[in-house]
């Protein structure tokens, strides 16, 4: 039985929370148990250990955070709304109004009618995010409820283990790292890795402990090293410990990198805790001064926090035979708020007032508020949702010097709804470094953005593939169905006839079934909300076509042109990058309408033939349309290698939205870029120019 299986008991808890709790708070704690214990008897998990023991682990999770007590009761009786024949009443006279409220936030919706298992699972989260707006804490303990599931997920099915753990990774596990729960968000992390891909898991567990005792040696005398330099420029009472990699991180880092299992663990990585923020520059100085820095790889997320409130100072060394050395140095409030997150406001409400954490949670819940108000269904707040937990930012600054975090690739139009929804609504252009430009464009880290509005400028439909944070898209959506519904039922319905008639269809003689059928599909209440998707561009007229008249896998629309694809439900697929001028295919969903792949694409080949929707597409860009593709350039191990790839497309005119530089050996290193072109032809011309330089060995479509 491994630590995490360990059968937690009463005992165990209450020994924890003496340690921090006064005893009369310890008491009311096993009064829940009593409680809880009582009413879940009989009960038992699939693995046939009686049920208390699971909202005991779940407590346990929660007393390693020093949670308050009224969270450790509610994690202890957070199920009994839901699966015993105790009410909320009952809890409410027994523990009080807000324990009582904290479990009502966590229990699942039960009583009501679902479409289907995604409906459910939206309608569950939607009811979860507006229960953490009144009371964080619901939230963690559903965070803690999820951890201890996952531990013990092997006496499920496989499928289960699987949808289980898809859905963890994609929506628990960016909640923990957005609320800066870092040691939930890393052993949530791994345990989905562990069970979606089993055999790469051991694999690179087993190859972490080789090279551990190889790496001993190194990192003991790096360490050393960096503990004399420290002591001799006088820090005090600092701390230096080495990190450890993650199989999940190095997996990830593998797969977006492109690198090999050596490549990764070629980096050295370690953390420094100090006693203030003076302290944190005053190391990094002496770090500097002891190995040289890698150029463009100094972070400062102490004067500019993470959106989860973290903040640390983050270097990248070339340390002793050309090892690559990463540096964390951080004060000692800064490390606990990094452990701990939002759950360190709970700690530090007994000790100081230092609540930046959860004020920044706060800001986060605000939006999320907006964007419920704003969203029609369920499922699309929680696509919305989904979005704004994107870990990647980019920095801006008001003309007032206030700064704006923004998830990556955000455009000015993003900005102007964060600022206010109002200035979204109109906002008609933007200048950045004093810079006009529109309000497309893609922001920067350090940019001044100011946006100029036009009290004539209204949202368009085309704004939805300018808009990338939850808050734009939601207020846009939100915008052109309140103002302009009536006009949007008009043109969907415009648009659906018109295909009809072009494909000789007759909509009336349309049996009801397959209307209901393909109203069903696509989560509308009626045409007219059909009509509505249809006019914003939500849903691709050929899906609506096929499901209106497709008879298994014989679907009457097999080819579709495509001249356009802003305003539309288009979009190309991050696996392959598609541009105009590739073989292409048009997967349809009904979530994301048409999701272009090329033909060849290997994700496509592997659901081609499983009863999935698609199309041949012949794809001929409007005029001056720009795509994004991925190169992969290997050039001489050099100085000023990048310089020189920079200045040709700068001269090409080329936009590099992306760039990531690996080495490949001591002679060669790999430039991934990703980069704006207009089709095929464009793309080979740009090969073509870069070939040219000396240095370049080699220029591949990723």
């Known amino acids: 039985m491994s630590k995490n299986d360990k059968r937690i008991l009463i005992s165990d808890l209450c020994d924890v929370l003496e340690g921090y709790m006064p005893q009369s708070q310890v008491e009311s704690v096993y009064q829940a148990y009593i409680v809880a ?82 409906d459910k699972q939206a309608q569950n989260f939607r009811k979860l995010f507006l229960a953490m707006s009144d009371d964080m804490r619901v939230i963690l303990i ?38 800066g729960l870092n040691s939930i968000r890393v052993e949530l992390d791994n345990l989905c890795f562990s069970i979606v891909h089993p055999f790469r898991h051991k694999v690179l567990v087993s190859q972490i402990k080789k ?141 100081n007032n230092n609540d930046s954490n959860a004020s920044l949670a706060g800001n986060w819940i605000g939006s999320l508020l907006d964007i419920q108000q704003q969203s029609g269904t369920s499922i699309e707040f929680l696509e919305h949702a989904k979005a704004d937990l994107s870990p990647s930012e980019v920095f801006v600054f008001t003309p007032n010097g206030d700064i704006i975090q923004l998830p990556y690739k ?64 939601s207020s846009i959506k939100s915008y052109l169905k309140s103002k302009s519904s009536s006009s949007l039922i008009q043109l969907g319905s415009y648009l659906l006839d018109n295909a009809c008639e072009y494909l000789q269809i007759d909509v009336e003689k349309v ?23 249809i006019g914003l561009g939500e849903v691709l007229m050929s899906v609506v076509l096929n499901k209106l008249q497709c008879d298994g896998n014989h679907c009457l629309v097999k080819n579709i042109k495509i001249s356009d694809t802003q305003g539309r439900a288009i979009s190309c697929a991050h696996c392959c990058y598609p541009i105009p001028g590739d073989n292409v295919i048009g997967l349809l969903t009904s979530s994301k309408g048409m999701v272009l792949h090329k033909a060849d694409c290997a994700n496509f080949m592997r659901v081609k033939n499983k009863n999935v929707q698609w199309l041949g597409v012949d794809w001929q860009a409007k005029e001056g349309e ?53 089709n095929t032809e464009q793309l080979a011309d740009i090969s073509e120019h870069l070939m040219q330089l000396d240095l370049v060995q080699s220029v591949k479509r990723f």
């Open 142 to 179: 559903k965070l803690a409820d999820r951890l201890h599931n996952m531990r013990t997920l092997g006496s499920m099915r496989r499928d289960k283990q699987l949808r289980i753990a898809k859905e963890t990774a994609e929506i628990h596990a960016p909640i923990a790292r957005r609320l």
């Open 211 to 351: 090279q551990c005792g190889n790496r001993t040696k190194v990192i003991k005398h790096i360490q050393s090293a960096l503990e004399s330099r420290l002591s001799q420029e006088g820090v005090m009472g600092f701390e230096i410990n080495g990190r450890r990699k993650q199989p999940c991180s190095i997996y990830k880092k593998m797969k977006v990198k492109q690198l090999k299992f050596s490549q990764v663990l070629d980096m050295y990585a370690f953390r420094v805790v100090v006693s203030g923020v003076a302290e944190c520059y005053q190391t990094l100085g002496v770090i500097h001064n002891l190995y040289k820095p890698l150029p463009g790889k100094f972070k400062d997320y102490v004067a500019l926090p993470k959106a989860n409130g973290y903040q640390s100072l983050h270097t990248i060394l070339f340390g002793p035979n050309n090892i690559m050395i990463e540096v964390q140095i951080r004060s000692t409030d800064m490390h606990f708020v990094s452990e701990y997150g939002i759950a360190a406001h709970w700690h530090y409400k007994n000790v």
């Open 37 to 118: 214990a009582t009413a879940h008897d009989g009960q038992f998990r699939k693995s046939g250990e009686a049920y208390v023991f699971h909202p005991l682990s779940v407590a346990m999770i929660l007393a390693e955070f020093k949670l308050d007590y009224q969270c450790i009761v509610a994690a202890i009786l957070h199920d009994c709304i839901e699966d015993t024949i105790v009410t909320y009443d009952q809890i409410r006279y027994d523990f009080g109004d807000e324990i009582a409220h904290i479990v009502e936030g966590v229990s699942k919706l039960t009583g009501l009618e679902f479409r289907d298992t995604a």
């Open 410 to 473: 955000a455009t000015a139009l993003d900005f102007a709804y964060m600022v206010h929804t109002n200035i979204g609504e109109h906002a008609f252009k933007s200048r950045i470094d004093q810079i006009l430009s529109p309000v497309s464009t893609k922001l920067r880290s350090g940019q001044t953005v100011e946006i100029i509005t036009k009290q004539d400028t209204q949202p368009q439909p085309s704004w939805l593939q300018i808009a990338t944070t939850a808050k734009a898209r």
């Open 511 to 533: 049996v009801e079934t397959k209307w209901q059928e393909c109203l069903s599909d696509l989560g509308c209440q009626s045409k007219e909300e059909l009509f509505i998707k």
């Open 626 to 678: 720009e795509f994004e593709v991925k190169v992969l350039i290997d050039v001489d191990n050099q100085r000023g290698a990048l310089a020189s790839i920079a200045n040709i497309m700068a001269k090409l005119g080329i936009n590099i939205e992306h760039i990531e530089v690996s080495e490949k050996d001591s002679y060669l290193k790999s430039l991934n870029l990703v980069i704006s072109v207009t």
